[in-house]
């Protein structure tokens, strides 16, 4: 790092600030009077001590940039052992034509290695936007070689309620941290306009990085609009000085001249095996947990750092991934609606805010179930995500008018729902979406749900995973709905009973689940084994008395046993007659 205050470069800075001034007041060049002594006999501060406050920054900034942490860390992780280089590109979603358009993906490093302006970087919530700035900023305090040309950071976390409340945010906070005039001293032909003019004089001679983290993450619509009118400000004015400010990509949805907008990329699964072995600092354990999450229906929710990290800590504890995909799909959502934030205490003023956090995630399941079974896709027209607001807002108190508003307020601050292309939108993660659907089919009767599943049988298993009690559950699915709906297809139920296998359901012996296994049984095509360790689970020692009770075979062939029913039940109208494979008939001798 160049040392900002030899007594050179600082008073080069005095200078130019100086003459700057002085300029501005006689409208000509100084001529008789030293162009330093307008700003010098009005300095409020001395080199001292602007050493001694730039000191204490450094030092708060070096801790903010060394060290990663949240709750469930139980500590904090050292930035410099677990940092591994992110993708970006230069196309934000919102100006793809299609998702399906090509773009150049590079490292962020490179990318910001050959900015000749200022930079904005933004991505999802939890992509690595603060990590990123971090980087950068270690390195100058760790006087390695900087990326940028530049002498050392000053950084202004925007979420520090101080910052929104200044007249210019951005110039009057940077004062905060490293004032040279105070208004109130200076000399009446010093107006503040001449001030500004001098400080940024000063700032550019210095050539700072200034960092600007969480644009996201300003109180209000008020202070964002200041602030960017700040911004692309003295993105005019500064030439040597460098700014950085990071946002999450659904708030940000402005051009600034003079700045290159980076997009963070997700995680790929090279980069995910990457992390994972510098957290947990073992290569087989890495490989253990990489193989793991990539094999389990959750894969697509660690394609950002800040899952990811979670599901690293949580493996580091307890030497495995949790065992029902549930918990991580709940520690998801809530980490994105409303954890993150809630770890950070940043208040985010904003028209859905008032809502409490258990109505923001019931809304979001009521429109994932209702986008998922009318359109039946993980993309969604814009004129699609409209109207499937206006049908439920009511039940939720959001305003009718107000779609877009919501929507692109719920992306800009969970990032659950992202806009993937130029009028098209979809669910961040497949498997988000299909947790957010499963909580809303668990929470509605079953009369109304019955006509409405047949395209969701992922989504069905997870609702039986998610019901406190899942085996009364899933007998409810195959013997009130199943058995009185042949249009449930093999199809259906193949890939419902394979999902019960993954998502892992905590299934007890019963007489109605032996009978409800006795027709999946019948009606599916899975494999034996898919088969028989589900009967395994619901037959248990329970499965002959059930069949007893209600069917007698009649014929046993080569690969099944045909039954017929011997008498009705007592809730349930049970199919006739069944034809049940061999080793699956073998749970009920």
Known sequence: MIDPLSNVLFDLAIGVAGGVISNAIDKKPPTARNPHL?????????????????????????????????????GEKSLSNIFIELDATLTPRRMKLSRNEPYVR?????????????LIISGDPGAGKTTSVKKLCAELLSNKQPILNVSFPLVLRLREPWISRQRRPILDSLRELLP?????????????????QGYIAFLDELRPLIV?????????????????????????????????LTSRSGDFIFDVQGAQEYVIEPLTKDQIL?????????????????????????????????????????????GSIPDQPKLVYQKVVRLLLRGWDEERSIPRATKFSQIESEKKFDFLCGLAFHLSTESRRFVFARNELVSTYKTICEKYTLPADEALAVIQEVEAHTGLIIESSLNEFEFAHASVQEYLVAEFIRSLPYRKLAKRIHALPNELAIAVSLSMEPTEFFSEIMLNW???????SPDFLNAFAKRLITERPRLTPSFEGALGYLLLAS?????????????????????????????????????????????PHPDYLLPTALKVPRKAFALFS
């Open 38 to 74: 307008v700003l010098l006999s009005e300095a409020s501060i001395s080199k001292s001590q602007a050493v001694q406050l730039l000191s204490q920054h450094f030092l708060d900034t070096k801790h903010w940039a060394s060290t990663v942490s949240f709750r469930e860390l139980q």
């Open 106 to 118: 590079a490292q962020l490093r490179e990318l910001v290695r050959s900015a000749s302006g200022h």
């Open 180 to 196: 040279l005039v105070k208004p109130h001293t200076a000399s009446k032909l010093i107006t503040q306009p001449i001030l500004d």
């Open 212 to 244: 600007l983290d969480g644009f996201d993450e300003l109180p209000s619509v008020e202070s964002k609009r200041a602030l960017l009118e700040d911004f692309r400000d003295l993105c005019r004015k500064f030439k040597n000085a460098k700014m950085v």
């Open 274 to 318: 990457e992390f994972s072995k510098k957290w947990l600092a073992n290569q087989d354990a890495a490989l253990a947990f990489t193989e793991a999450i990539l094999s389990s229906p959750f894969s697509d929710a660690a394609i950002r750092p800040l899952s990811l990290a979670h599901l690293c800590a949580i493996y580091e504890r307890s």
């Open 482 to 488: 199943i058995a009185n709906a042949p249009s449930y």
């Open 523 to 567: 009606l599916s095509t899975t494999s034996e084994e898919t088969d028989h360790s589900l009967g395994l689970l619901l037959c248990g020692t329970l499965g002959k008395s059930a069949l007893d009770t209600y069917y007698e075979v009649k014929n046993v062939a080569d690969d099944r046993v045909s039954i017929s029913r011997r008498r």
